[in-house]
């Protein structure tokens, strides 16, 4: 399981996952990180239009990279 979200505090975004740990950056080196950990292309920029539209702070995608939900 992946966790993508925005820290306001320090204007950077991290991305978390169990088997590779925490990894915080711009958005550009967060999405790089995310797709190495193997976060599909098509649902981190779905997980990023859905964050921005509705302001979203965090993504949850599956084990597989898929995008579930964003709260």
């Given amino acids: 399981m992946y966790r993508l979200k925005f820290i306001p505090e320090k204007k950077v975004y991290q991305i978390h996952s169990s088997e590779y740990g925490a990894y915080e950056g711009s958005l550009t080196q967060v999405t790089e990180?995310?797709?190495e950990m193997g976060v599909q292309g098509k649902e981190i920029?779905?997980?990023?239009?859905?964050?921005?539209?509705?302001?979203?702070?965090k993504a949850e995608f599956g084990l597989n990279g898929c995008f579930l939900y964003s709260k």
């Fill in 45 to 57: 920029t779905l997980a990023y239009e859905i964050m921005d539209k509705n302001k979203h702070t």
């Fill in 33 to 35: 990180k995310a797709l």
